[in-house]
């Protein structure tokens, strides 16, 4: 271990060990690991695994380095062979594991057919639930209790979610069918109860749209159509400003990410995600839309005014 001083000025530090009370852990296919730290850090285990498995990461991000050199970040990395993951976590609660298939850390849960709004207690080691809907809604799923949240729609899989103090979990629904899968984040089975409800998608058109009160830790989604091809410029205002935003096309694949974007986008259906942090205050939102509207080929006004006073003529509506 190398600590360099990047000043001038003589600085304290501090080194300890403590023993290992048995064998170092070694995360394997199958196996889950959960944790609660105290302060934020970082966490190196050896893992085990072979092709076509994948590591899955709650609560932290990571870097897989394997046997062969290859380096991998994220939260859902896939995995060649033996290695090494380094989780970069917060304080609160951890979970990773190993997956493939036929292999899982949770037992089989058959998904369960839901018609929402509903409200339903929380049971088992994992829950999945299966989701229709008719038409393209936000999804909004709150639970009383710590959760791992991962939602799957149209075939692909997102990123799992820790909740360590209950849930706040807002998403884009398309329509038609998708499950959420929903894991005990410690040991020991879900418990609480959970609240699903879903709200329509707001349209937005060419320029500043209204603004919607979205409460701390809500989303607010915004869909707007393009014609044809070319450059699209989409914007989200919050008063108090604290708000995330992403671009997603009509599938819920995010394709850009920030309060103001300007991408060239091909004709199709597209929607703006607002998010607001869970301590952030209510805040109202505002999206802004340049670029789906076709731009008018004649004159201004003004200049069109002028030409019909020359000949004499008066435009429809001047007087």
């Not at 939260?75 to 990773?96: D, E, F, N, Y």
């Not at 292999?103 to 849960?109: C, G, H, I, L, Y």
């Not at 992403?246 to 998010?275: K, S």
Request: glycine fraction near 12%.
């Amino acid at each position: 271990m190398l600590l360099t001083n990047p000043g001038a000025r003589p600085l304290a530090m501090a080194v300890s060990s403590t023993p290992l009370a048995g064998t170092p852990a070694i995360l394997r296919p199958g196996m889950a690991d959960k944790r609660f730290f105290g302060a934020s850090g970082t966490l190196s285990l050896p893992y085990e695994a072979g092709p076509g498995m994948r590591l899955v990461v709650a609560g932290a991000s990571a870097t897989v380095i394997e046997d062969n050199g290859r380096v991998r970040e994220g939260t859902v990395i896939a995995l060649s062979g033996p290695g090494r993951v380094v989780l970069r976590h917060p304080p609160g609660l951890v979970a990773a594991w190993i997956e493939g298939e036929g292999v899982s850390p949770w037992p089989a849960a058959p998904p369960r057919t839901v018609t929402v709004p509903a409200e339903l207690a929380l049971a088992g080691d994992t829950m999945t639930l299966a989701l229709s809907v008719p038409a393209p809604a936000l999804l909004h799923a709150r639970t009383t209790a710590p959760v791992i949240a991962i939602l799957r729609r149209g075939g692909a899989e997102e990123a799992p979610v820790m909740f360590p103090a209950g849930a706040e979990f807002h998403r884009y629904l398309p329509a038609g069918d998708a499950e959420l899968r929903l894991i005990s984040p410690h040991d020991g089975q879900l418990s609480g109860s959970l609240e699903l409800d879903t709200t329509p998608v707001t349209p937005a058109a060419e320029g500043i749209g209204e603004a919607i009160a979205v409460a701390p830790g809500g989303t607010a989604l915004f869909a707007f159509d393009v014609a044809k091809v070319g450059a699209v410029g989409v914007g989200i205002r919050a008063d108090p400003d604290r708000v995330a935003a992403r671009l997603l096309d009509q599938n819920g694949t995010e394709l850009g990410a920030g309060v103001a974007l300007l991408r060239r986008l091909p004709a199709g259906h597209y929607l703006i995600e607002a998010r607001l942090p869970a301590d952030a205050a209510t805040a109202l939102v505002q999206p802004a839309v340049v670029g789906i509207a076709p731009r008018p080929n004649g004159p201004p006004p003004e200049v069109a005014r002028k030409y019909f006073e020359l000949v004499g003529m008066v435009p429809t509506g001047a007087r």
